[in-house]
């Protein structure tokens, strides 16, 4: 098996290591299975497809990014990961580790638009423009979700779980980091093989 065949191998088993390793211990264990839920049915929703359709490598290394930077969150909670050099380096107020991970949850949209490009259901165009608004709607999903997660939780657990660190337009920045994640995974597809496809 050539090496590049096993990069989807080598790139699950580092998901489980740090899965494992988030899973001890963590912060708060409420916030751990609220954060890691969807985590978990991602991968495990592409270990079960893995037979019937098998991504590029470039697609699995983006989307194992969100993956594992979100499983890492979840053990200390978005707010509290040890993020100070980048915080102290930039002068920033807040620890953006959320904002960087919701950044690679725009990295889908290229497996999104390789998905539709591969099965020949759009034109590459067409994928990236659902591509985008894929990711646009699950940003947005997920912004209310966490707040109705914070709401009926309450506490410290729901405010840990919302990240929002004080700031009223959290949802919006991180919103528009999902985006901006999605439009930089879209530029590295539009210089991939797929977009000369039919």
Do not use: C
């Not at 040890?82 to 915080?87: G, H, K, L, N, R």
């Amino acid at each position: 098996m050539a090496w590049q065949q096993r990069v989807p191998h080598i790139l699950a088993l580092m998901i489980v290591a740090t899965m494992v390793w988030s899973s001890i211990n963590p912060a708060d264990m409420r916030v751990w299975w609220a954060e890691m839920v969807p985590i978990m049915a991602i991968f495990a929703g592409l270990l079960l497809t893995y037979r019937k359709f098998q991504f590029s490598n470039t697609s699995y290394v983006l989307m194992s990014v969100l993956l594992i930077m979100h499983t890492v969150g979840a053990h200390y909670t978005f707010a509290n990961v040890p993020f100070d050099w980048v915080t102290d380096t930039f002068g920033f107020e807040r620890n953006h580790y959320d904002r960087v991970a919701h950044f690679s949850v725009g990295f889908y949209a290229y497996a999104a638009a390789e998905l539709l490009v591969r099965k020949n259901w759009a034109r590459p165009v067409t994928a990236m423009f659902f591509g985008l608004f894929f990711i646009m709607s699950v940003a947005a999903a997920y912004e209310i979700i966490e707040w109705q997660f914070a709401v009926i939780e309450g506490g410290d657990a729901g405010i840990e779980f919302l990240g929002s660190q004080g700031d009223e337009w959290d949802a919006q920045k991180d919103m528009l980091a999902d985006t901006l994640g999605a439009l930089a995974a879209l530029v590295l597809f539009w210089f991939s093989k797929y977009r000369h496809s039919n």
